[in-house]
């Protein structure tokens, strides 16, 4: 088992009427993007979508990019953001 490690990015995104919100993406996967009302619940999200992405590739014999900033461990490890 392999522990992988993908840098993402939350950026400000309201909608038309104000409200605020937030999106989210990992660039090194194509098409993992996700939103949510909090900064809390798109990194919340994209945790979900990169999962189920990478779940996806490996179903489909698809190799995970291994590209700069994704870490891989081959230990577990836990990751902690306050």
């Given at each position: 088992m392999r522990t992988?490690?993908?840098?993402?990015?939350?950026?400000?995104d309201p909608f038309e009427d104000g409200?605020?919100?937030y999106h989210a993406y990992c660039p090194a996967l194509k098409g993992a993007?996700?939103?949510g009302y909090t900064?809390?619940?798109?990194l919340k999200n994209i945790r979900e979508v990169v999962e189920m992405t990478l779940e996806s590739m490996k179903e489909h014999g698809e190799p995970i990019p291994q590209e700069p900033g994704v870490?891989?461990?081959?230990?577990?490890?836990?990751?902690?953001t306050v």
């Open positions: 992988y490690l993908f840098p993402v990015v939350v950026e400000e409200r605020m919100a993007s996700t939103w900064k809390e619940e798109a870490e891989i461990f081959t230990e577990p490890r836990v990751a902690v």
